[in-house]
């Protein structure tokens, strides 16, 4: 039987879910996995935490499909965790200086990785802070301990490994870590926006040779370190 199940524009389905990302982050793991610490900063009056059960929020559960922009989908994951509407007006917009006007935020992970955002796309229903996936407590692979799940943009605005948000009133001062023209401020599923300066159809060709080659780079360096955190 054919796949029906209907992928945005460049997608392709895979059967299993890889750790990937950019292949200088191949190596480097996080160091705190079992327990969320999330430093605010930025528009706050105090630097604030976010911790271990997102200060008494109710938890949520969503599936959804999880897109890379190098063209590989993995569809129906189960993640559990906290709305990121949620998080920021019942924790960060009460804890904000009056005067700050946020519109972007910025997310720094445990391995360098950093990403920018506009506000506004992360009040969408579907983006989570997740600590789960299908049930389980994430694990290094997926992101442990929490990650930012936003299911209409590209996985690389997924960050991993989350332990600072800084709230940001301009886009100007943020450093990609990739070339620039590999970070779309806004990285849209649906209008297939996989980068900036050419139209995203023409990236499907020169990101889908990367896949294989990434994934077997990712899961050499997560054995590996498993390997060593055994021999410790
Ligand atoms: N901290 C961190 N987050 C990251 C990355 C990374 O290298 N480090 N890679 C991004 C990219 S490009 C993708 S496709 C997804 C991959 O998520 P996965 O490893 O759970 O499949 O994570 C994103 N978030
Ligand atoms: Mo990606």
Known sequence: MTNTYLLPPGQKAINHFPRFGLSQYAARFPTETDSISIQVSGCVQQDMTLAENLNGLDRVEQLSDFHCVTTWSKTGLRWGGYRFSEVYEKLIKPAAEPSM??????????????ILMPLEYLMAPDVMLADTLDGEPLGIEH????????????????????????????????????????????????????????????????????????????????????????QE
């Open 101 to 114: 006007q946020t519109q972007f935020m910025s997310f720094h992970a445990q391995d360098g990785y950093r």
């Open 143 to 230: 992101g442990a301990p929490v990650r930012l799940i936003a299911p209409s943009h590209y996985g690389y605005k997924n960050p991993k490994h989350v332990k600072r948000i800084n709230c940001l009133t301009t886009d100007r001062n943020f450093k990609p870590v990739s070339f620039r023209f590999m970070a779309h401020p806004t990285a849209r599923v649906a209008y297939e926006e996989r980068a900036i300066g050419a139209p995203g159809w023409l990236f499907r060709y020169l990101y889908r040779p990367l896949v294989a080659p990434t994934i077997k780079r990712f899961d050499k360096e997560t054995r590996r370190m498993k390997h060593e955190a055994l």
